[in-house]
């Protein structure tokens, strides 16, 4: 059924789901794998907990991607955009991208990650609306590194860059899934 956004996936539904949480699952472990080995690494039991929780987040918005769309393109932007939301907030809880990761300065992160949330909530997971959705998740992005350069972070500057650049990787694939009548 070629051109009805109905193509099957390179996986069956139940075997990509398998990968989906065993991989997440696997990441989970690996924390903990590590710590048997060195004392460099030295999580917590509330480290596990915010990891797993940002894990199951993650996983849970690509079923729900899945779900929304059979477009590889819509299921490609999703899977883009869910990855570089995991990232933004994983790179900011373990380091930090404007100083350390105690800095206040870095909750402005959470704006990005709020006009992500809100885009994709009004445009109720329609690909066109998620391409809208992802231009201005770019577009507040680009502020952040903006702003960061402004207070002297060469860091947040420079990540806003990759950020920007993986915001509209999404936007596009959501635009490719909106032009072919797919999500």
Known sequence: MTGTGHERTALPPNAFR??????????????WIAMQFTGEVNWTGFDFLVFGAML???????????????????????????????LLVWINLAVGIIGSENNIE??????????????????????????????????????????????GSVEAGVSALVFVAAWLASAWGFHRAARAGQG
């Open 106 to 151: 870095n909750l402005v992160y959470a704006g990005v990650l709020l006009v992500a949330a809100l885009g994709a909530a009004f445009a109720r997971l329609r690909a066109a609306g998620m391409a809208r959705a992802m231009v201005a998740t770019a577009i507040v992005h680009a502020l952040t590194g903006v702003y960061g350069l402004a207070i």
């Open 56 to 86: 199951a987040i993650a996983c849970g918005a690509c079923e729900l991607a899945m779900w929304a769309s059979r477009s590889h393109a819509y299921r490609l932007a999703a899977a883009i955009a869910v990855g570089t939301g995991f």
């Open 18 to 31: 398998a990968v989906l949480w065993g991989g997440a699952g696997t990441l989970l472990l690996l924390p």
